[in-house]
């Protein structure tokens, strides 16, 4: 049955619905440029109706907003965030790649590698004719020393961005952790807030930006499980996936460790490089499958990369700071052993008479010095201690671009440097005409796989500057398709300001409809009660 005032009622409830739809529009458009926002919706339907005193047909009692959700496509999220892992990859590939590209663009340069080895082979060429001088012996072992020196800064420069790189690794993983803890929060406060059945509309927005967020550290999987029951309808558990891995479990989370490593996995790594592990069980965070994206990826990828080459087996076969080590390392072994050893790698003599018919390059071992002894002295040693012997080719593994060095024996006597193929001093400076053939070390193309030594430099900065170029295409590529994505998420759930100033219109509307309906029937009891027995 009606109450007497049943009309009062209705236009109320009208007004009331279009009061709350406005609070919707002014909600929308006060979050309208708040990033990650969904634009949210209030949704109304017509109260439930009465029976008529008759019994026939029904009379409605006005609406009512039941609910108010937010517009959004899981789907859309997580294609957006497969294309932010990809891109967070090649971000963290550039931000090493462009520092190791000015390195390598260094060495290239002047002073730099090239420079180097043209001022050494230049000084050596000054012996042809000043063999006696020792000004000019003293030149040609300070341009050594200076070559070496100018490895291994090169070499300490490389370790230093692994360093680098091994701490980004350890911030990221805190990071990665970080907003787990925050995940987790929010789903606390969402149950609690959706228990009877609302939408935590703003604090589930903020949780998707915080997955955002944790797509570009690695690649995430992030899903609702519904666990509703009879007795606990709204029961929603958000679980959280790292690459395959179990990591945010609604109220749980398996955390992340960095655990330093006990044996190398590159012969030249850092000690102490971390791998990463899940704290609660130990278990082992692989950093090496095939599948791992984001900015993790990339970071490892550059820390751990030896071009897919060497013992032990493969960590990742990208081209990162091992690989390019390990190519500095194939410099100074063939360069010292053919400079001290006058051989190829494979242990075979030069056979270059491009500095005279009879003599060719026999090594700086196999000559003799100033004082007409033949004591196998070396230019360049490896910092074990060894400073002469006519060595074979396996002594110069142990040479890296670390610890190649001059010999401290030539540095004190620049008269033991070994400028002759004879062993009479007195026969004078003819005796060192062709010193020792170095000039035929500078120009074989055989020495290395790319040709000479220059060519193997540049090769090497320009394999740098590729693979930088390619990060920097990729990384704009992906960023692009990720703006893509994002702005198929916002064309879904992002505000339109043109719309929702129609809904403002329209409502504002209603809501003075409803009113003058209000004052309507107001006037009609008035007259009814007040005037119509007058």
């Known amino acids: 049955m009606r109450s007497s005032f049943f009309e009062f009622h209705v236009a109320i409830s009208g007004a009331f619905t279009a009061k709350n739809n406005l609070e919707t529009v002014n909600h929308n458009t006060a979050n309208a440029a708040i990033k990650g926002y969904s634009r949210q919706v209030a949704a109304q339907r017509a109260n439930e109706p009465l029976a008529l005193n008759n019994g026939k047909g029904m009379v409605g009692t006005g609406s009512e907003v039941y609910e108010v959700t937010q517009v959004r496509d899981t789907f859309l999220d997580s294609k957006y965030w497969s294309q932010s892992a990809v891109l967070g990859e090649y971000t963290g590939k550039k931000s090493i790649l462009d520092i190791l590209e000015n390195v390598f663009n260094e060495m290239a340069g002047s002073p730099g590698l090239s420079s180097g080895v043209n001022d050494f082979f230049a000084k050596a060429s000054d012996l042809t004719t000043t063999a006696n001088d020792s000004t000019y012996r003293t030149n040609l072992i300070q341009s050594a020393n200076t070559l070496a020196k100018l490895i291994n800064l090169n070499a300490e420069a490389l370790r230093k961005q692994q360093r680098d790189a091994n701490t980004e690794v350890s911030i990221i993983v805190n990071q990665i952790n970080n907003l787990g803890g925050q995940i987790i929060a929010l789903n606390k406060q969402i149950i609690t807030h959706e228990m009877d059945g609302s939408h935590a509309n703003d604090l589930r927005d903020e949780r998707a930006r915080l997955v955002d967020e944790l797509s570009k550290l690695v ?6 499980v519904d666990y509703g029951t009879t007795v606990y309808p709204n029961n929603k558990h958000f679980i959280v996936m790292l690459n395959g891995y179990d990591f945010v479990n609604h109220y749980n989370m398996n955390p992340l460790a960095v655990e330093p490593r006990g044996a190398l996995l590159n012969p030249m790594d850092v000690e102490g490089l971390y791998d990463v592990v899940f704290s609660t069980n130990n278990v082992a965070f692989n950093l090496y499958h095939p599948t791992l994206k984001g900015q993790l990826k990339g970071i490892i990828d550059m820390r751990d990369g030896n071009g897919g080459a060497g013992v032990p087996p493969t960590t990742t076969a990208y081209k990162g700071i091992p690989y390019y080590i390990e190519k500095l390392n194939t410099f100074v072994r063939r360069f010292a052993l053919a400079i001290d050893q006058g051989k190829y790698a494979d242990g ?10 009879d003599i060719g390059t026999i090594g700086h071992a196999n000559g003799y010095d100033l004082y007409g002894q033949r004591l196998g002295t070396l230019i360049f040693t490896n910092g074990s201690g060894q400073t002469d012997g006519v060595l074979p080719p396996a002594f110069y593994n142990d040479m890296t671009c670390f610890n190649i060095s001059v010999n401290n024996t030539l540095m004190t006597d620049p008269r033991r440097i070994n400028c002759s193929s004879d062993p009479d001093p007195l026969q004078g400076e003819s005796a060192y005409a062709v010193p020792m053939g170095f000039a035929g070390i500078n120009n ?12 193997f430099i540049t090769a090497l900065n320009s394999e740098m500057g590729i693979d930088s170029k390619q990060a920097a295409d990729f990384e704009a590529s992906y960023g692009d398709m990720t703006t893509v994505a994002d702005n198929q998420r916002i064309s879904v759930s992002g505000v339109d300001i043109n719309e929702e100033m129609i809904n403002m219109v329209k409502n504002q509307q209603l809501f003075q409809a409803s009113a003058r309906l209000v004052s309507t029937i107001n006037n009609i009891y008035e007259t009814l009660i007040n005037r119509l027995g007058a």
């Open 219 to 224: 690649n995430v999987d992030a899903r609702e």
């Open 348 to 357: 075979l003599a030069f056979d270059d008479y491009t500095a005279g018919p």
């Open 444 to 455: 074989s193309s055989s020495l290395f796989q790319e040709g000479k030594i220059t060519d």
